[in-house]
């Protein structure tokens, strides 16, 4: 688990490995992440956007950004916590993922960036 703290918004980022799969007649490597957010400010927020950053081994990039995470905009009070998972596929074994997350602070209508950790695509046999 990959975990990181910005302006007292904590993410905390966990993977998963789920097999190999075939698209377009093309052999891709599956891989989950499960995605914790923690308010350990005093303010309340809300995610309005999201910006990732998916890297494999190929030398490939592909950006993706919205509104929200999984269709939503949740509002964090202090002390609250949101988690979700989504996936991604690769063309090749290893990769990384990165980005942020835009917050409003409820208040001040202020907005920021909330960075998520660097964390690594690995499929099983090359993590031993």
């Excluded at 703290?5 to 993410?11: A, C, D, F, M, P």
């Excluded at 991604?88 to 835009?102: D, K, P, R, V």
């Amino acid at each position: 688990m990959v975990e990181q703290i910005t302006k007292g918004i904590k993410i905390s980022v966990k993977t998963k490995y789920n097999g190999t799969s075939y698209r377009n007649n093309r052999l891709y490597y599956v891989f989950a992440y499960f995605v914790t957010i923690e308010n350990k400010s005093s303010q309340t927020v809300k995610l309005t956007d999201r910006y990732w950053k998916i890297m494999d081994s190929l030398n490939k990039t592909e950006t993706v950004a919205g509104e929200g995470v999984v269709g939503q905009t949740p509002v964090l009070k202090p002390n609250d916590h949101y988690s979700y998972s989504s996936g991604c596929f690769l063309e090749s074994n290893i990769g990384a993922m990165n980005g942020f997350y835009a917050m409003e602070n409820i208040e001040t209508q202020e907005t920021f960036k909330v960075q998520i950790p660097t964390f690594q695509l690995v499929t099983p046999l090359l993590s031993n």
